[in-house]
Each structure stands twice: as C-alpha cells, then as structure tokens.
Nanobody, 125 residues
Framework: QVQLVESGGGLVQAGGSLRLSCAAS????????MGWFRQAPGKEREFVAT????????YYADSVKGRFTISRDNAKNTVYLQMNSLKPEDTAVYFC??????????????????WGQGTQVTVSS
C-alpha cells in the first residue's frame, strides 16, 4: 500500500503561481513513477505531468508544457508541481498518483495504482 497526500491548492488570479506537493508514505520503495492529473467539473480526469523516481525523466501534457514543472525529492518521498502563468482553464481538482510497476504508458489514469484525495486549484480571471 502507498498513501498519497496532496497539498498546496488554493485560489489564485490568472497569471499567478501555485506549488502543489504530494507526499508519499507506505511501500514507496515500490514506486516507479508519479503523475499529476486534474479533473474539472463535468469533465474527464486528464493527465498533466509525470516523473520517474529513478532518473527523473518527465513528460507533460501539451496544455501545460512550458508553464508547469514536475519535480521530486527522493529523500522526502515527495513530488511537486510548480504551476506558473495559471489560466482560468487550469481550474480543477488536482490529483497525484503512483505507478508501482513499469507500464506501457504514463498518461492515462488506468496506468496508476494509488491516488491521493485531491486538492482544489481555482484560477480567477
């Protein structure tokens, strides 16, 4: 079992920044990669970014590329999502998730094994 706790969400004006954190506990040594997803009201959960624990390679959705940065602190078992130049369309509940095994993809929710409870990000215009 892996437990994930997100924090750092809130209300920000368009153009502003927020940093989300996702602290992992439990059997984290089995984690292969971490991902961030988001879900806006009435919409499907969508991929945002992913990072591998080993090596730190990253991948982003086109909608956030150049504005968001995913990073990790292995010693703290924590993954971050730095969000800059926020837009109203970034408003959503943001979830972190963990892959415990190598999968063929990291951009679909079904590829992840454990999820956090989510944190709300609201961007006002």
């Amino acid at each position: 079992q892996v437990q994930l706790v997100e924090s750092g969400g809130g209300l920000v004006q368009a153009g502003g920044s927020l940093r989300l954190s996702c602290a992992a506990s439990g059997r984290t040594f089995r984690s292969y990669a971490m991902g961030w997803f988001r879900q806006a009201p009435g919409k499907e959960r969508e991929f945002v970014a992913t990072i591998r624990w080993s090596g730190g390679s990253t991948y982003y959705a086109d909608s956030v590329k150049g504005r968001f940065t995913i990073s990790r602190d292995n010693a703290k078992n924590t993954v971050y999502l730095q969000m800059n130049s926020l837009k109203p369309e970034d408003t959503a509940v943001y979830f972190c998730a963990v892959q415990t095994n190598i999968r063929s993809t990291a951009v679909i929710s079904g590829a992840y094994d454990y999820w956090g409870q989510g944190t709300q990000v609201t961007v006002s215009s």
